[in-house]
């Protein structure tokens, strides 16, 4: 029989306290004691990946608005979020889920289900004018132009992937 270790974010937060979601025991949250939440982090204890608890409100009005966004924003004290790769945006998805198609009892605020999440992975068509996206309201994923507006969910930690575009 194996046993499960517990496993931490990779990276350290100063008297970071990981509670965990007891409704989805997958996620843990870390809430930096601040009004409101658009600062509280989740850790996916499966992937080993940290999310925003609470993705921005506001589509960006481009892919490369969503990764120079990314560059900029500073969250649990820390710099280095990014777009996740399709397939780590993917990991969230459960699909016998709808409407979100997110997991059971999950500890995500906010999430928009009338458009696309970007990812950092390129499309197929037209190089490099089009990235793949997800939309956690109909369960679509899709090859979308790159000039088009849609949400960003940022990620920490994981592979990723480079901007070459």
Same mark, same amino acid.
């Given at each position: 029989? =194996?046993?499960?270790?517990?496993v931490?974010p990779?990276?350290?937060?100063?008297?970071?306290?990981?509670l965990?979601?007891?409704?989805?025991?997958?996620?843990?949250?870390?809430?930096?004691?601040t009004?409101?939440?658009?600062?509280?982090?989740? =850790?996916?204890?499966?992937?080993?990946? &940290?999310?925003?608890?609470?993705?921005?409100?506001?589509?960006?009005?481009?892919?490369?608005?969503? &990764?120079?966004?990314?560059?900029?924003?500073?969250?649990?004290?820390?710099?280095?979020?990014r777009?996740?790769?399709?397939?780590?945006?993917?990991?969230? &998805?459960?699909?016998?889920?709808?409407?979100?198609?997110?997991p059971?009892?999950?500890?995500?605020l906010? &999430?928009k289900?009338?458009?696309?999440?970007?990812?950092?992975?390129?499309?197929?068509?037209?190089?490099?004018?089009?990235?793949?996206?997800?939309?956690?309201?109909?369960?679509?994923?899709?090859?979308?132009?790159?000039?088009?507006?849609?949400?960003?969910?940022?990620?920490?930690?994981? =592979?990723?992937?480079?901007?070459?575009?």
């Amino acid at each position: 029989m =194996f046993r499960r270790s517990v496993v931490l974010p990779r990276w350290d937060i100063t008297e970071a306290e990981w509670l965990d979601h007891r409704p989805n025991s997958r996620f843990a949250i870390y809430d930096r004691s601040t009004p409101g939440e658009s600062d509280d982090l989740v =850790f996916d204890k499966e992937t080993g990946l &940290v999310w925003e608890r609470s993705p921005a409100p506001d589509k960006k009005p481009s892919w490369d608005a969503a &990764v120079v966004y990314s560059y900029s924003k500073a969250l649990g004290n820390r710099k280095g979020w990014r777009l996740p790769a399709i397939e780590e945006l993917l990991s969230l &998805v459960d699909p016998a889920q709808t409407q979100p198609t997110l997991p059971q009892n999950h500890p995500f605020l906010n &999430v928009k289900l009338d458009d696309f999440y970007w990812s950092s992975s390129l499309g197929m068509s037209a190089l490099p004018t089009y990235a793949w996206a997800y939309h956690f309201g109909n369960g679509d994923t899709s090859n979308t132009l790159k000039s088009s507006a849609r949400y960003a969910w940022l990620v920490r930690g994981g =592979f990723g992937h480079d901007y070459p575009y």
